[in-house]
């Protein structure tokens, strides 16, 4: 590099926003025309300057924004899967409950065949059936009680085919069979001897659906109390929010499934059902809460910006 460089390059920032005299110009595009540095070196001067983002000031808020997206897609898409979820056993509880089917005499047949079962043939109506064993030491009498049943479901999307009720018999114990009919109506004899046995027996309904309900109202007006009275610990609220959520739930889960009847004749099947659908319910309100309170805040944002 000749000292004529070293001057020329000196004078190239000058010359490339244009603040130097006439001559000075001259003699610098004369030099220019014969060196290629100096000529390359004046062209990155001329080039815009590549911007360089401050990764503390640029990235780190655009990171936290697109996991804050992120996060919030996440909980839609649980908010709808949860919703559709409840749906579909709501839904299932319904078409999957039994109906129970009266007493008649081509509803079923009894058989023994004397080798050591007792076989009840339903008719193709039936789709399902209960059966529960009693044993009376008194008499020695073992006492089963059956029921037949078919759903919403079987009738129009599932053939189970001919049910069958085998019942295992020794052919010395006293063996009486019951139809228990499930409407309020006496249990009827099909198999067997009653005479040491009453013979009005009537199977009801158990009544338990009633009290959890009772109890879930009473918890959420409690919940609704300390509310109240709690009302300016934040900290507090927030958990006692949270919690109201439940016994909501639990009273919407069985409105839902069962509508205002509290009677049931499968108590176990109804208050798993129940019980699932309030859990779905109870997470899609946390989650939808979640959102709108998400949605509320980025609303008072863009107002709070917009004023002047």
């Not at 009894?110 to 009376?136: L, M, P, Q």
Request: glycine share 4%.
């Amino acid at each position: 590099m000749s000292n004529q460089c070293n001057l020329i390059k000196d004078i190239l920032p000058l010359y490339a926003e244009d603040m130097v005299s006439a001559d000075t110009r001259e003699f610098v595009r004369n030099h220019l025309e014969h060196c290629a540095e100096c000529r390359a070196e004046l062209e990155r001067m001329r080039s815009p300057a590549k911007f360089v983002p401050d990764i503390d000031t640029d990235i780190v808020p655009l990171k936290k924004i697109k996991k804050d997206l992120f996060i919030k897609r996440l909980q839609t898409i649980f908010f709808t899967a949860i919703i559709a979820c409840a749906v579909v056993m709501i839904a299932f509880g319904v078409l999957t409950s039994p109906k129970f089917f009266p007493y008649s005499d081509d509803l079923l047949n009894v058989v023994d065949n004397h080798s050591g079962e007792i076989i009840v043939a339903f008719d193709d109506r039936v789709t399902g059936y209960t059966c529960t064993k009693e044993f009376y030491e008194e008499s020695g009498a073992e006492v089963y009680r059956i029921n037949a049943w078919t759903t919403t479901w079987d009738l129009y999307l599932s053939n189970r085919g001919n049910q069958n009720a085998v019942i295992p018999s020794n052919g010395e114990g006293n063996i009486l069979i019951y139809f228990t009919q499930n409407n309020g109506s006496e249990d009827v004899l099909i198999y067997g001897e009653s005479d040491n046995l009453p013979q009005a027996v009537i199977t009801l309904p158990r009544q338990i659906l009633l009290p959890y309900f009772i109890l879930a109202a009473l918890a959420l007006i409690v919940l609704l109390g300390l509310r109240f009275l709690l009302r300016n610990k934040k900290a507090m609220i927030v958990w006692i929010d949270r919690a109201i959520l439940f016994p909501i739930s639990y009273m919407a889960a069985q409105l839902c499934t069962k509508g205002i009847n509290f009677t049931t004749y499968s108590s176990q099947r109804d208050f798993c059902i129940i019980a699932l659908v309030a859990i779905l319910l109870y997470l899609a309100l946390l989650t939808g809460k979640s959102l709108y309170q998400e949605k509320r805040a980025d609303k008072n944002t863009e107002r709070f910006k917009e004023q002047p």
